[in-house]
Structure formats: structure tokens, C-alpha cells
């Protein structure tokens, strides 16, 4: 009897505990969920880096993040913008939690009165009113995004769209700048985010502009990140004509120089290039509203490049259909790419007008002349 007792005394040892974690709640998986904010305006954070244990994701247009299945009991909460101090709080989770986390910036809060929007066609955008353009503009002043014009050292401007950072002209001569917005149908999510010479930044508040469109069956986006000027092409052909890349021909080309009108009847047929940008952190955009029977081959060429530059080409098929495709094309250029065209895809519209992204063996016929 005597041999027994110790596996009496550590199974009812085993019992207790159990019932002590009981009381606390069961160490179980719960989700953690939160919103990334400006500590002192309250203005939510998009891209702001998240870890949780040994998950980490990035916050959204909103500032929001989510972990699933964390594990329970102790857990540290890490929180990382550039621009900001970063922020870390400590869980002892015992049921699903929502934590918000505010992270703290030494620069004076930015002023909404500093900047304001425009449509494709210049006109003044007030607040919660949409556009039927594809892009718009945020304008901004200088002097005026801090009470104290001078208590701050301005060193660049970015604008915020649906959570992606998209560079901006800053013309300091005229104590002003520019930001294209490419939007996307339905409502965009829009912020500016200003950087002080030491590496400071402050965020606005969140905006909304609604894209109303009733019909745009192809959205083409190219965006790079460092200092570059790369262009967008659209050729269309019949499937019989081949897929060749010809810089300096008209036909059924859509580039920074040609607007093309002969690749169907009327405005709502043919392609239009609303934004040729350059510099860090640029884009291109074009779009179409309605697709015709053929091959549409869609190539990027770098006018510029002064460093190796990481680029993106979103393409939008349908974007205001049920049938709504997205594909996306990440694409690495050097300073030996300037001037050579790259092929991304072609979108194939049959003449039942379904369409189709396949791939057509690339030729090159001409390129810029440097």
C-alpha cells in the first residue's frame, strides 16, 4: 500500500491543477484582433508591422489586424511603423481579445485644412462625394499642414491608398505638392503621410472617395518603388497578328506618347493612360471600359532607372462584373533594363466577350532610342 501513494498524491495533484486553470478560464487557442492608431489624434495606421508570438501580419487600410489560433496564456504584443515609436503590450489571454495599440510621434498632429482632393478632371472633392474618374489627386500645402509652419522640418509626402504608399511630386519652390490616386471601383480608403528630416512621420485622418462606374472591364496598374520612371503599353491584335513590342508604331498602341483611337468605335472602346508617373514610389495607370474581340498585350518598358528597382503590375479584368479577375506580376529591374520592354500578359477577349489571361510568345520589333 505504501508503494501507491505517491501516484495518489501526483495524480490528485494533477486534479487541482486542473481545476485552479479551470477557475482562470482553459489555456485554449483564442483570436486576437486590434486597431493600430495615432496615439494622441486617434488616425489609424495602415502598414504598420504586427507580431504576436510567432505570428506577424501588416495592418490594413483601416489600421486594423487579426491572429487566429494564438496560443493561450502569456504573450507579447509587438507593434512597428517607420515614423513611430514602436508600442508592445503584454497578454495573458484567456478568451478571444480585441487590443488597441497607439503609437506615439514627436511631431505636432497634421491638419486636415493642408491638403484636399480633386477628381480626373480637377474639380474639388468634398468630403463623401465620389468620381466617375479612375484616378484623383490629393494637393497639399506646405505651410499650412502644421499649426507652426516652421516648427517642422518637412522631408517628404506620401499618400496612403488602400493601404498601399504611393509617392508624391513635392515642388518646394511653390511650397506645394501632388499625389495621383488610382482608384479602384467601389469606395478607396485615402491618408497623407508626412516625413520630418529626422525620420519622423504623422498620418491623417482616414478619407473615402467612391469610384462610380457602371462598367470598366480592364484596370492596369504599375507601380515601382525606388527612383525610376517606367511606362506602361497596351497593343491590341488579332491572335493571328503575334505579340510584338514596337515602341515607335501608332497602331492599336496605347503608351505615354500615342493615345490611340483605333482600337474599337468611339471613347468607351479605347484605351486611356490617366497617369504617367516617375520618381520613388511612382505609378502608371490605364483603363478601359469596354473590351472588343482580340488579343491585348499588355508590356512595361523603363524609361529611367537609377537603381535596382522592384516594380508591380496589377491587371483588373471586369471590375465592376461577378467575373471580376485580378492578377499580379511582381517584376526586377537593374540599371541593364533601361530602355528594354518587359511582357506581363495578354487578356484574350473571345467574341462571346468572355475573357482570358493566357500567355502569347513575346516578340521585340523596336525599342527607345536613349
Known amino acids: 500500500m505504501a508503494k501507491g501513494k505517491p501516484y495518489f498524491v501526483l495524480a490528485l495533484l494533477v486534479i487541482l491543477a486542473a481545476a485552479l486553470v479551470g477557475c482562470d478560464g482553459e489555456l485554449g487557442v483564442y483570436t486576437v484582433s486590434g486597431t493600430v492608431w495615432e496615439e494622441d489624434s486617434g488616425n489609424p495606421l495602415a502598414g504598420a508591422a504586427v507580431t504576436l508570438g510567432e505570428q506577424r501580419t501588416v495592418t490594413n487600410a483601416r489600421g486594423q489586424y487579426a491572429f487566429a489560433e494564438v496560443p493561450g496564456g502569456?504573450?507579447?504584443?509587438?507593434v512597428e511603423l517607420a515614423g513611430y515609436e514602436p508600442a508592445s503590450v503584454q497578454l495573458n489571454l484567456r478568451k478571444d481579445s480585441t487590443v488597441d495599440v497607439g503609437l506615439v510621434s514627436p511631431l505636432p498632429v497634421l491638419r486636415d485644412s493642408g491638403f484636399h482632393f480633386v477628381d480626373g478632371e480637377g474639380a474639388v472633392l468634398k468630403a463623401g462625394e465620389g468620381t466617375t474618374a479612375p484616378r484623383a489627386e490629393i494637393l497639399y500645402y506646405l505651410r499650412f499642414l502644421f499649426a507652426d509652419p516652421d516648427a517642422v522640418e518637412i522631408d517628404s509626402v506620401e499618400a496612403v491608398l488602400n493601404g498601399v504608399v504611393i509617392g508624391s511630386a513635392l515642388y518646394r519652390e511653390m511650397w506645394m505638392g501632388a499625389a495621383g490616386l488610382p482608384l479602384e471601383p467601389g469606395t478607396n480608403t485615402v491618408q497623407l503621410r508626412v516625413w520630418d528630416s529626422a525620420g519622423?512621420?504623422?498620418?491623417?485622418?482616414?478619407?473615402?472617395?467612391?469610384?462610380?462606374?457602371?462598367?470598366?472591364?480592364?484596370?492596369?496598374?504599375?507601380?515601382?518603388?525606388k527612383d525610376a520612371d517606367l511606362d506602361l503599353h497596351l497593343f491590341k491584335r488579332e491572335s493571328d497578328e503575334g505579340n510584338v513590342f514596337d515602341w515607335y508604331t501608332e497602331d492599336r498602341h496605347l503608351s505615354y506618347w500615342s493615345q490611340p483611337e483605333d482600337f474599337g468605335e468611339g471613347p468607351a472602346q479605347n484605351p486611356v493612360l490617366d497617369w504617367d508617373g516617375y520618381?520613388?514610389?511612382?505609378?502608371d495607370g490605364l483603363y478601359l471600359e469596354e473590351m472588343t474581340p482580340g488579343d491585348y498585350h499588355i508590356w512595361i518598358s523603363a524609361w529611367h532607372i537609377a537603381e535596382p528597382t522592384q516594380a508591380q503590375v496589377k491587371v483588373i479584368v471586369d471590375a465592376t462584373a461577378d467575373t471580376r479577375s485580378e492578377s499580379i506580376t511582381a517584376v526586377e529591374l537593374t540599371e541593364d533594363d533601361q530602355d528594354l520592354p518587359v511582357y506581363i500578359t495578354t487578356v484574350r477577349v473571345h467574341e462571346d466577350g468572355t475573357k482570358e489571361l493566357i500567355h502569347v510568345e513575346p516578340e521585340v520589333a523596336s525599342i527607345a532610342e536613349g
Do not use: N
Open 74 to 78: 502569456e504573450q507579447l504584443l509587438q
Open 200 to 225: 519622423w512621420a504623422r498620418t491623417s485622418k482616414l478619407y473615402t472617395i467612391d469610384f462610380d462606374v457602371e462598367r470598366l472591364d480592364l484596370r492596369v496598374l504599375l507601380s515601382w518603388d
Open 279 to 283: 520618381g520613388p514610389r511612382g505609378w
